[in-house]
């Protein structure tokens, strides 16, 4: 079996578009894509922040154009997932179910999923009013009643931002006290236009073809109420898809790839490459992971004339 020069895992807007830098540079790209393509992107109704589409764009037709970019300059593609990696010898290995591949290199584009609440309700309205996003999705509500889910700093954030374009947010969380910065709750806390309900779990999303308000539940009280808003944002966190990569790489406290090197994009092994959400604890945004992809191919084809 020929020895790829770069298998690039995971087809978000980085995997894609690091396969587009490689492709164009001749390296032959061999992307894995598993076998949910596209990201979190393809959970986006509509995409109005990407550069070059100023009437915006529904989320999975963008990925299609950046396959479809990718594929145009010889970037070849395996549907599976990656089941294990072995990144201790020079040459890479990647294991797909029962399948050895071999690389130089290897950029890591596996990206981060959202936490969500588990409710079948979440998961019908994703998209007609049901967002992790607030700087994805903030302007489809201005004048709107929203809700935030979550205590956190990223939930925080969310509340914070969502006050440009909402008339009212209101954030809902689990205890009596937030887990974000001291500067960030009294942000949150100082701003008219926020209030907290506390102690109390959402039991249910309500609306059919959009989002009308949510069902809660009062844990001290067990007493439960209806929560009226056209807008509900979970900011509960994320989750790297990294559990293949433990103890393959070095990962932070929360699962995130570590790039040892900034601003390159290497990791803690030689050869061994990460870009998007999978190493961006911060921005995670669809222009930002492209970007990273971008600098990985190059930080790809720069180690690879180092070899020789």
């Known amino acids: 079996m020929a020895i790829e020069n770069v298998i690039i895992i995971g087809s978000g807007p ?8 490689a492709a164009r540079a001749n390296l032959n790209p ?19 922040n990407f550069p070059g589409f100023p009437k915006g764009i529904q989320g999975p ?24 990696v072995d990144f201790s010898q020079g040459i890479k290995k990647v294991m797909i179910e029962r399948e050895v591949l071999e690389a130089q290199s290897v950029i890591v584009s596996t990206g981060a999923a959202t936490k969500w609440l588990g409710l079948e309700s979440e998961q ?20 709107a009643k929203l809700v935030v889910v979550g205590g956190g700093d990223s939930a925080m954030e969310e509340a914070h931002f969502l006050t440009r374009f909402a008339s ?26 926020i209030s907290f309900i506390w102690d109390t779990e959402v039991l249910e999303v309500l609306g ?3 989002v009308r308000g949510c069902k809660v539940r009062n844990l001290k009280t067990n007493q439960t109420s209806e929560v009226p808003c056209e807008g509900f944002f979970v900011a509960i966190g994320h989750e790297p ?13 929360k699962g995130y790839v570590v790039l040892n090197h900034r601003p390159t994009t290497r990791t803690s092994v ?33 180690y690879l004339e180092s070899l020789h």
Do not use: W
């Not at 980085?14 to 830098?21: E, H, K, M, R, S």
């Not at 061999?30 to 109005?48: K, P």
């Not at 070849?76 to 997932?81: A, G, H």
């Not at 954030?171 to 008219?192: C, E, F, G, Y």
């Open 61 to 84: 037709e963008l990925m299609s154009h950046f396959r479809a970019q990718a594929e145009r300059f010889g970037t070849r593609f395996i549907q599976k997932n990656v089941t294990d």
């Open 168 to 193: 009212h947010v209101t954030v809902i969380h689990r205890k009596d006290t937030l887990r974000a910065s001291k500067i960030m709750q009294d942000r949150a806390k100082n701003n008219p236009k």
């Open 208 to 210: 059919e073809d959009a």
């Open 30 to 48: 061999l992307l894995i894509e598993g076998y949910q393509s596209g990201g979190l992107l393809m959970l986006t109704s509509e995409v109005e």
């Open 14 to 21: 980085a995997g894609y578009t690091a396969a587009i830098y």
């Open 270 to 302: 030689s050869g061994v490459f990460a870009s998007g959400d999978v190493q961006d604890t911060v921005y995670r945004q669809a222009i930002t992971a492209a970007a990273s992809g971008c600098q990985a191919a190059i930080d790809v084809e720069r």
């Open 124 to 143: 019908r309205l994703l998209g007609k009013g049901v967002s992790s996003c607030a700087t994805c999705d903030g302007a489809f509500f201005r004048g």
């Open 241 to 253: 898809n990294t559990s293949f990569l433990k103890g393959k790489l070095d990962l932070d406290s």
